[in-house]
């Protein structure tokens, strides 16, 4: 398919439609909801007058420095030098919480990219598969990652921007796309090891043009913030990563694995005993098998791409990697992640049946609605949004155990392909590679795109 071919929506799959349509109704509920109640209801955010704080908090420290010091932030000096500009300095002498009362711009400035990344979502799926652009830019774009990303007002969004420019088929110019991938790695450096298939591929020439990049971008704005040094980062992730949780409720209310549930069944809390001893046991036994499995299988298949360095595809390495990835590691209300796995399971084609099942899977965990199975927080707040004083219900929820399970089905759909792509002849070695390596096509298509 090129992108002079005429666009016919009917065209593409039902299903994807259909499910499309679900995100679409869950996205109308909860509008319902908010104007009946006065907040988003579940999954989102259960702290109602904290909306937009991830953008507002690290806007102050981008105004009046020591984020690394004091605030004892974990990414690179880009997310502060960015925010600097775009912010108005003094709406923050009062604190963040003014800042997001006063900064206008700002708000201004997380809708323009919202909006922008609709546009540029639409266009890159657009160029893979015009039969499917729409339904799948309704899953990424108005998804729950992506709508929890825009109402926490993360970072996340702008940082989504420049992942896409760099993975989709937009841009042409290798350099270019090499200046997007290294501000992505600068916005969130866990982006790196979605860059690991091109290492794999031993494509050097974008492994060094987008480290090259990256380390430029890193060193400009370490001198620009003034602050943010590698010994800094370091010493900040290192108390991080021993640092106790201490609110079980927050680890697991949108977090993409199963360990903050084992820990809880485990270690249950006062409030949040969710079975009895013996079958918490049971199943933090059979959830932690259904962790392990995969990631252990994942990294063998890793370890194999070493040795078949052209059969592997770059996207799909890829999203496999950031599937692994927010399984393995990411816990809290921290599921926005998944919107670069999202991103790169949407260029696969439905055909086949562990396509179907992976993409099917991935429509569903981007439906942004849920169902309270156990009421845990019944608190008054003023939400913000609405700015009126609400008596706010959260709790453990179906989607708590059903979110997880379904990035395991995709994770493991996913090893299931590209096994398959390092089984393939060697003579039948991908050579196009989604236009990661070599000008990109305007099909978009893997080289066993006609039939896989």
């Not at 390495?317 to 399971?345: K, R, W």
């Not at 993409?359 to 009421?375: G, R």
């Not at 392909?417 to 390092?422: E, F, Q, R, T, Y």
Request: charged residues 15%; proline residues 6%.
């Amino acid at each position: 398919m090129t992108i002079s071919e005429p666009f016919s929506p009917r065209r593409a799959p039902a299903v994807e439609w259909i499910l499309a349509v679900a995100v679409v109704a869950a996205l109308a509920l909860v509008v319902w909801r908010f104007l009946q109640t006065g907040y988003l209801p579940q999954p989102f955010y259960y702290r109602v007058s904290e909306s937009l704080m991830d953008w507002f908090s690290t806007a102050y420290w981008a105004n009046n420095g020591q984020a690394f010091s004091t605030w004892h932030t974990l990414y690179p000096p880009l997310s502060f030098v960015f925010l600097k500009a775009l912010t108005v300095k003094g709406c923050y002498v009062a604190g963040e919480v003014a800042g997001r009362q006063c900064d206008g711009l700002s708000r201004a400035v997380i809708l323009a990219i919202f909006l922008g990344n609709f546009a540029l979502v639409w266009a890159t799926y657009r160029v893979n598969d015009a039969r499917t652009a729409i339904p799948r830019t309704i899953a990424m774009c108005l998804g729950l990652p992506m709508l929890y990303a825009l109402e926490r007002g993360n970072l996340l969004l702008p940082c989504f921007t420049c992942f896409a420019l760099g993975y989709g088929d937009l841009i042409r110019a290798r350099w270019a796309r090499w200046l997007a991938l290294g501000l992505a790695m600068n916005f969130k450096p866990y982006l790196g090891l979605v860059s690991l298939p091109l290492l794999l591929r031993r494509k050097w020439s974008w492994v060094i043009g987008a480290a090259v990049f990256a380390l430029a971008i890193y060193g400009v704005t370490l001198l620009l913030y003034g602050s943010g040094g590698p010994l800094e980062i370091i010493r900040n992730e290192s108390q991080y990563a021993v640092a106790a949780s201490k609110n079980a409720f927050a680890d697991i209310y949108y977090g993409t694995s199963y360990w903050p549930l084992i820990r809880l069944l485990r270690a249950p809390e006062p409030g949040l005993v969710l079975a009895s001893p013996p079958v918490a046991a049971v199943w933090a036994a059979v959830l932690t098998a259904a962790l392990r499995a995969p990631q252990i299988m994942t990294l063998a298949l890793l370890t194999f791409a070493l040795f078949r360095p052209g059969a592997t595809q770059v996207r799909r390495l890829g999203a496999l990697i950031a599937c692994s990835a927010v399984t393995a590691y990411v816990t809290g209300s921290a599921g926005y992640a998944q919107i670069f796995m999202v991103f790169l399971v949407l260029f696969e084609p439905w055909r086949g049946v562990t396509r179907k099942i992976i993409l099917t899977a991935t429509y569903l965990i981007c439906i942004p609605a849920d169902l309270v199975l156990q009421p845990f927080i019944h608190a008054p707040g003023v939400d913000f949004l609405s700015g009126r004083t609400v008596m706010a219900d959260f709790g453990v929820s179906l989607g708590h155990f059903v979110r997880p399970a379904l990035l395991l089905v995709i994770q493991g759909g996913l090893l299931v392909l590209n096994i398959a792509d390092l089984r393939r002849p060697s003579g039948q070695d991908s050579r196009h590679d989604d236009g990661l390596t070599c000008a990109p096509t305007l099909g978009g298509l893997s080289a066993d795109g006609a039939n896989a």
